[in-house]
């Protein structure tokens, strides 16, 4: 990455960390140019997590009681807590690797990076934990989503016999998965609704943790790839700015869960009272 | 390599070649000290009804998200080392964040849209 | 990969300078190539046969329309049709059109670097563009798609039967391409810019593409993540846009506009700064109030974002929002009335030629300021009331897009050809063909104007028969305008075989490209260029104000930069 040369021309220096492509003037001006490059494409992201936050904030505004309890429902507190505590001490680490890096202590970029790597590891088994819950109870948005709010009665209709359900009851989740053929008429009116408010905010939910999910995950794969040329002492790597340039992706990622976190999984009833009137 | 002093403001390495100026390692303690702390208080803040103290409604959420850009703030001026850089990346690094709350405009249509009692046309 | 030579003595003439075009001709070294003025060659082939299939869509079109009934395609055939057009021309031939080839192409030559900041990223962002382009063409040859380009929801989501996935995904790489070419020039007119080239020297046809580059940046991850959203939507049914399942359709439309707004002005502000440099150059005087024409590219940039909502006057949102489009869509004519009057200021006591470029940017002045002034009628709530859907807003938005931005391109590219081919065109086919467009353009487009008023609504292949005769004018007119397109598509690849050798300066023009060879070498410049000169220092009476005629070339113009022996830059001044 650091030694992007124009028609694959060699760089002008023999030491990584003065070399710079043909097309430069001068190293700084390179340097520069890559962190100025980064932030511009960081801002791109910004907007692209920003247009989701705001479909979020959108159906909080027209749904705002309804939105909040089934988050306090349904998402885990402590688990999101775990969560940021692990994605703020790996952006620690990586600020070390990057630090490491600009002082050329290479065991130390290693050893960081690899925490970080496992840092972003515990974060996907945590969320894969609460993934998988979600799985469990139906409530992947699509075809196989089934959703009755707390207690509700249902009247479910399963091959043409009327049962009364309590959500919970595991036979319901049961009939879904094997795809029988069965309909869930509500006996509250607000069940039908309440399904629906549930499907979107799970929509929003699985869409805005699912991308931080895919960009934690590019970040190991980028770490990985960077540990590797490192190992086989690729000219490519041997400066810090790769490093820096990844340290600032992932710190992104970071921030991203930091807004995430309160918005999804902190929501309390106290916002319901307000938007109600 | 340890001898660096870490506790001086803003350490230079002096190689030969090579002087590359580095965030001190207790930089990054005492911000990610901080981060600590505000994470605690953003879930503190969720148990809490805060509008029942001062009476603003939907305070918390609000307070919570305060929290979040405080915390966002010291990432990016620390940890992204944007308070040592050039202003052209003060700037980019501003652009986006000063930039998204146009985005959020399109809410000022939810808010308003219910304001008149004609029927939409 | 690495014989290019890195240096040449300017003044041995012995042997021909390998330039970027010949010092290679391996298909490797074109496909991996991380020089931008291949990268621009490259995009414009791609766009020119983007332009190609929208183009072959708008005469079928057109050809349906020329009878009130549908007989010539069914109506799922015809919906199918103007969609392919719409979303080919917007998102695969508009948006890159003038800044991933000319922009490409100029960006560094006009600021004296040796390439963008970022080779790789650039070469990344057209194989992005030919990724999405394919999914284009498969998604039309599976049976194209019926949404409209506008891809609005419910029906794409719920109840289309089109390709509407791989459609999305098309356009969803083409926004990368945009993005990943917008960070590019950023980064490259902040950090690559030669010295003594202060924000204040830069071209405007600069300034035009770093506010294109914002709009880039800043709007498209929104409407990627709305495609995305649309994506899920239609395979899982989350119901997010979905009325049905409480979802906000509305939602999906601000989302979009959002982004697609905006777009509208990465189409035209590249074509402004295409305009501005032609201008300039053919009335052999300085651009009359460059800071405003600078800075009116960045207010059109950002004024742009906060106008979305009025395309969505009828769709129930907010009224108080509606009031406030309407208001903010009426400063946009603001900013672009600036340009359009300094055009018309720099214009006035020149010295005036009308060379095939220049009729192509007169041209745009006149199509531009009826497609911008209708702008207006429509920004008008109550009028957009009646006119929205309608034929009216077609024709607005052609003469903008069509009567602007392609003809902006047109001229650029005809104003740019000999710099970037080393040939010279035939002159006297160029003029006929850029009359030919502009009279086939106003007579496809003004009748529309006409009968959308009247009341003949968009995207329908049925209509009562007292609006067939506009129709069969309109038809009239998109022939000869095809005509017209075709032409230079005829001259321009004649001149690569039989052209005349192009002199480095062909119009007499005091940009810092015209300083470098036709074709430049590979590395833009012999030595890195020192500019102690303002933009367009063109003397008006003075030697490069005498020139007359593009054959007659003058090599010795060439400019040797802090060399020994070189003559000053052209349009130095004097004692400054």
């Given at each position: 990455m650091s030694v992007e040369t124009l028609h694959g021309e060699p760089v002008q220096s023999d030491d990584p960390h003065q070399a710079f492509a043909v097309h430069y003037k001068e190293r700084k001006q390179q340097d520069e140019s890559y962190i100025v490059g980064m932030w511009t494409f960081l801002v791109t992201e910004i907007m692209f997590f920003g247009a989701l936050f705001l479909a979020y904030i959108v159906f909080r505004n027209i749904w705002p009681g309804e939105l909040s309890e089934i988050s306090r429902e349904h998402l885990n507190v402590k688990l999101g807590f775990i969560n940021t505590l692990i994605l703020l001490t790996s952006s620690l680490t990586m600020a070390m690797a990057v630090q490491s890096a600009q002082r050329k202590i290479e065991g130390r970029v290693y050893f960081f990076m690899f925490a970080t790597i496992a840092l972003a590891l515990c974060f996907m088994g945590v969320k894969f934990v609460e993934y998988s819950k979600k799985y469990n109870e139906n409530h992947?948005?699509?075809?196989?989503f089934h959703y009755v709010a707390e207690g509700a009665e249902t009247k479910a209709t399963v091959a043409g016999v009327e049962v009364v359900k309590t959500e919970g009851s595991t036979e319901v989740a049961h009939e879904a998965e094997h795809g029988r053929k069965f309909s869930l008429e509500p006996v509250k009116g607000s069940a039908t609704s309440s399904a629906q408010h549930a499907e979107i905010f799970f929509s929003l939910y699985f869409i805005m943790t699912g991308l931080h999910g895919i960009h934690v995950i590019l970040g190991v794969l980028v770490m990985l790839i960077i540990i590797v040329m490192m190992w086989f002492k690729s000219p490519l790597v041997a400066d810090f700015m790769p490093i820096e340039m990844t340290g600032l992706y992932w710190h992104f990622v970071d921030i991203v869960w930091i807004f995430l976190y309160p918005a999804l999984y902190l929501a309390h009833p106290d916002l319901q009272k307000f938007l109600h009137g | 390599m340890a001898k660096h002093s870490e506790h001086s403001e803003a350490v230079v390495s002096h190689e030969e070649h090579h002087e590359h100026h580095y965030t001190p390692t207790s930089h990054f303690l005492v911000v990610f000290g901080f981060l600590m702390i505000m994470l605690f208080a953003t879930v503190g803040a969720a148990f809490v009804d805060l509008s029942k103290v001062v009476?603003?409604?939907?305070l918390n959420i609000i307070v919570m998200l305060l929290i979040a850009t405080v915390k966002a703030s010291a990432v990016v001026l620390v940890f992204m080392e944007v308070r040592k850089g050039t202003r052209l990346v003060w700037m980019w690094a501003a652009v986006g964040f000063v930039w998204l709350p146009t985005m959020l405009g399109i809410l000022g249509d939810y808010f308003t849209r219910n304001w008149t009692t004609a029927r939409p046309w | 990969m690495s014989d290019i030579p890195v240096h040449h003595d300017p003044h041995s003439h012995d042997q021909p300078e390998p330039n970027y075009l010949n010092w290679s001709h391996t298909v490797k070294d074109w496909l991996l190539t991380g020089d931008h003025k291949r990268i621009g060659m490259l995009y414009l082939i791609s766009v020119t046969i983007f332009f190609i299939v929208g183009g072959v869509a708008a005469m079928f079109i057109r050809v349906e329309l020329l009878?009130?009934?549908?007989?010539?395609?069914?109506l799922e055939t015809y919906n199918r049709i103007f969609s392919a057009h719409g979303i080919v021309m917007i998102?695969?031939?508009?948006?890159?059109?003038?800044?991933?080839t000319l922009g490409n192409f100029l960006i560094p030559l006009m600021i004296g670097a040796k390439d963008l900041a970022f080779p790789r990223l650039n070469l990344l962002s057209w194989y992005i563009y030919v990724i999405g382009g394919t999914f284009a063409v498969l998604a039309l040859v599976f049976g194209g798609v019926d949404t409209g380009w506008t891809f609005y929801t419910p029906y794409s989501s719920m109840f289309s039967n089109g390709n509407v996935v791989l459609t999305i995904f098309a356009a969803f790489f083409a926004g990368f391409s945009s993005i990943f070419t917008g960070i590019n020039f950023i980064v490259t007119i902040h950090k690559m810019r030669a010295p003594g080239m202060t924000w204040f020297r830069l071209p405007l046809f600069v300034w035009a593409h770093y506010a294109t580059s914002l709009i880039m940046v800043l709007g498209t991850p929104v409407v990627a993540i709305t495609l995305l959203l649309l994506v899920a939507e239609r395979s899982l049914h989350l119901g997010i846009f979905n009325p049905n399942n409480g979802g906000d359709p509305v939602l999906f439309q601000h989302m979009f506009w959002f982004y697609s707004h905006p777009a509208v002005y990465i189409m035209i502000l590249p074509g402004m700064g295409v305009i501005s440099e032609i201008i300039a150059c053919f009335s052999r005087k300085r651009i009359f109030g460059y800071s405003f024409v600078a800075f009116s590219s960045l207010a059109i940039a950002l004024l742009g974002?906060?106008?979305?909502?009025h395309h969505m006057f009828t769709t129930g949102q907010s009224m108080y929002l509606g009031m406030v489009f309407s208001i903010l869509s009426f400063m946009v004519a603001v900013p672009s009335a600036i340009k359009v009057f300094n055009w018309a200021s720099t214009l006035h006591k020149g010295r005036v030629s009308f060379h095939s470029p220049m009729l192509y940017a007169l041209g745009f002045m006149g199509l531009f300021l009826i497609g911008g002034l209708t702008g207006l009628f429509l920004s008008t709530m109550g009028v957009d009331i009646h006119l929205q859907d309608t034929y009216f807003v077609v024709a607005h938005f052609h003469y903008v897009m069509v009567g602007g931005a392609i003809m902006a391109f047109l001229g650029g590219v005809h104003f740019w050809w000999p710099k970037m081919t080393g040939r010279m065109y035939n002159e006297n086919m160029a003029k006929v063909a850029a009359v030919m467009i502009f009279v086939g353009f106003n007579a496809t487009f003004f009748p529309q104007f006409i009968v959308g008023y009247l009341g003949m609504p968009r995207r329908y292949a049925v209509y009562p028969e007292e609006f067939q005769f506009w129709h069969i004018l309109s038809t009239m007119g998109a022939t000869l305008l095809g005509l017209g397109y075709a032409m230079p598509g005829v001259y321009l690849v004649a001149s690569l075989f039989n052209g005349k050798k192009a002199p480095a300066n062909p119009w007499g023009a005091v940009g810092l490209e015209w300083h470098a060879d036709s074709p430049p070498s590979p590395h833009n410049f012999h030595e890195t260029p020192i500019v102690t000169w303002e933009a367009y220092e063109y003397d008006i009476d003075g030697e490069a104000g005498m020139y007359d005629g593009p054959?007659?070339?003058?090599?010795?113009?060439?400019t040797n930069f802090g060399g020994e022996s070189g003559t000053e830059p052209a349009g130095h001044p004097a004692g400054d």
């Open positions: 992947v948005p699509g075809p196989l | 009476p603003i409604p939907g | 009878t009130p009934k549908a007989d010539l395609f069914s998102f695969f031939f508009l948006i890159p059109s003038i800044p991933a974002f906060f106008v979305w909502g054959l007659e070339g003058n090599e010795e113009k060439r």
